[in-house]
């Protein structure tokens, strides 16, 4: 079967640096995606990666190693705002998105 | 630019009532579109999937059903809805560019709560 499996709910404080694991087991891989979900709203898009490496976007970045089915997204310099659910979702062979569950960050002052 | 609307935001229905969910993309041609289900503390669930007018792909056997009767249009329905139905229900698109990289836009969300 497919699966992800990304931590259930982190705690950081503001100002700090935290970084939310995710690890994929799919049927092919055509590209990883982090969203942010604050809470009642939809997902919106944070990053896209679909080689190896880190991709960096502001405070945000997010890696990828497709060799141990794994990527991290890092997010520097916390503020409040950014307490918010953070979903990991892979692109498998057939184009289907494939969603873990999600990380709650709770942001601490 | 491309903007995409579901309504209404907030449901409360009785077990057994019909339902209706309606989400439409401006600002683009023939783009795929989606419906998910998120249930509380839950991934999204894929519910429909369409590629072009009248053609719906079902993922999960259920008692919802999808139409797409124009382009830019995708409604949700069920004849008589479940005490399991409940959750938040997510429109998204996706562009067709032939330079496909995936990202999903989602709409605002509709909160369905079955009584």
């Known amino acids: 079967g497919q699966n992800i499996d990304q931590p259930t709910e982190m705690t950081a404080t503001e100002g700090a640096i935290v970084q939310i694991n995710c690890t994929y087991q799919?049927?092919?891989?055509?590209?990883l995606f982090w969203y942010q979900q604050h809470a009642g709203e939809a997902p919106t898009f944070l990053s896209y990666?679909?080689l190896d490496g880190l991709e960096e976007k502001g405070r945000f970045s997010s890696f990828l190693s497709r060799s141990k089915g794994y990527s991290y997204l890092l997010l520097k310099e916390l503020q409040m705002k950014d307490s918010a659910s953070y979903l990991c979702?892979?692109?498998?062979?057939?184009?289907?998105?494939?969603w873990g569950a999600g990380t709650k960050l709770i942001i601490k002052p | 630019s491309q903007t995409i609307h579901q309504w209404p935001a907030t449901l409360v229905q009785p077990v057994g009532s019909p339902l209706s969910l309606e989400c439409t993309v401006e600002?683009?041609?023939?783009?795929?579109l989606y419906w998910y289900r998120q249930a509380a503390g839950r991934g999204l669930q894929l519910l429909f999937y369409?590629?072009?007018?009248?053609?719906i792909s079902s993922e999960v056997p259920q008692n919802l059903s999808a139409s797409r009767p124009q382009d830019r249009q995708f409604i949700l329905s069920s004849k008589k809805l479940l005490l399991s139905d409940s959750g938040f229900y997510l429109c998204?698109?996706?562009?067709?560019?032939?330079?496909?990289?995936?990202?999903?836009?989602f709409g605002e969300g509709s909160r369905l709560t079955v009584l």
């Open positions: 600002g683009t041609s023939n783009p795929n």
């Open positions: 799919t049927s092919g891989f055509n590209g």
């Open positions: 979702a892979v692109w498998d062979s057939n184009y289907q998105l494939i």
């Open positions: 369409s590629v072009g007018i009248g053609q």
């Open positions: 990666n679909v």
């Open positions: 998204a698109w996706r562009p067709w560019t032939g330079r496909d990289t995936g990202e999903l836009f």
